[in-house]
């Protein structure tokens, strides 16, 4: 099982818990400083991101001085044990051995040495939030369609009962599938890079903004919802300008508004 890690902030708090693969992933994208304190879960023992990879040496061996040209020495004469005047005489001079370079740091794991052609390619977004605006936001909605459904119900005492309560839970059916469908239509994300609003079925729309670009988030709440965690969450890219991205009635408005700043936190 791989260890676990958490992330020491400069504000004091704490983010995670990480594996290794994930903390690699976040300095590989510029999200995370080599130099940040992280803590061990297990040991608590506290270290820096860039103490968890390895420092490989270069492949680089000094050369064979005995034998620089790499051909096999011909077979002594007599009994074995000595060399031929004629060939101690030619014997190469002593070759300096060139001092070896400086070793590198490579993230682990390591990857297979190769011939690059060309940069690699960023690492793709991770996905940190997805979600719906919450049901709080179609409650007449839901209320309607509950109302058919009682309506069907009770009206199945008088005549034609049958046909009554049959009208009533179709109808009250209806109305919730298509409340369902537009609250399906509308999608809010916040990946490591941006945060987004999609909305549409078929034909998409979408409004974005950059993490590094936000200047203000602001979070608003009323009602018997917004006690219990439930607001709009708002982004834009100027202090006191227009909003640029709005997450209507999202579950959990402030925990989400910190989980936005503490990627700002790692970008700085």
């Not at 709080?136 to 049958?162: F, K, N």
């Not at 549409?200 to 709440?221: C, F, H, M, T, Y």
Request: aromatic share 8%; charged share 25%.
């Amino acid at each position: 099982m791989s260890a676990e890690y958490v992330i020491m902030l400069p504000d004091g708090s704490i983010d995670g818990p990480y594996t290794e693969e994930d903390l690699l992933d976040m300095v590989d994208a510029d999200e995370l400083g080599a130099g940040t304190i992280c803590e061990d879960l297990a040991t608590r023992r506290r270290c820096r991101v860039r103490d968890l990879f390895k420092v490989i040496p270069p492949d680089d061996s000094p050369p064979d001085i005995s034998n620089p040209d790499g051909r096999e020495a011909p077979a002594a004469a007599g009994n074995g044990t000595e060399r031929p005047a004629l060939e101690e005489s030619r014997s190469p001079a002593p070759v300096p051995v060139p001092s070896p370079a400086p070793a590198r740091w490579v993230p682990a794991p390591v990857p297979k040495a190769g011939p690059v052609s060309e940069a690699p390619a960023p690492l793709p977004p991770r996905t940190l939030y997805a979600g719906h605006p919450s049901f709080w936001h179609y409650w007449r909605s839901l209320g309607i369609s509950l109302t058919l459904m009682v309506g069907g119900w009770y009206a199945g005492r008088w005549e034609y009962g049958a046909w009554w309560l049959a009208a009533g839970w179709v109808s009250g059916t209806l109305w919730l599938a298509l409340t369902l469908l537009r609250r399906s239509a509308v999608e809010y994300r916040v990946t490591t890079r941006r945060v987004e609003v999609q909305r549409g079925l078929i034909s998409k729309s979408s409004q974005e903004i950059r993490i590094p670009d936000i200047r203000a988030i602001n979070v608003r709440k009323s009602g018997f919802a917004g006690v219990l965690g439930v607001g709009d969450l708002s982004f834009s890219s100027a202090t006191g300008g227009e909003e640029d991205v709005v997450f209507r009635q999202t579950p959990g408005a402030h925990r989400l508004k910190n989980r936005v700043r503490l990627l700002q936190d790692r970008g700085a």
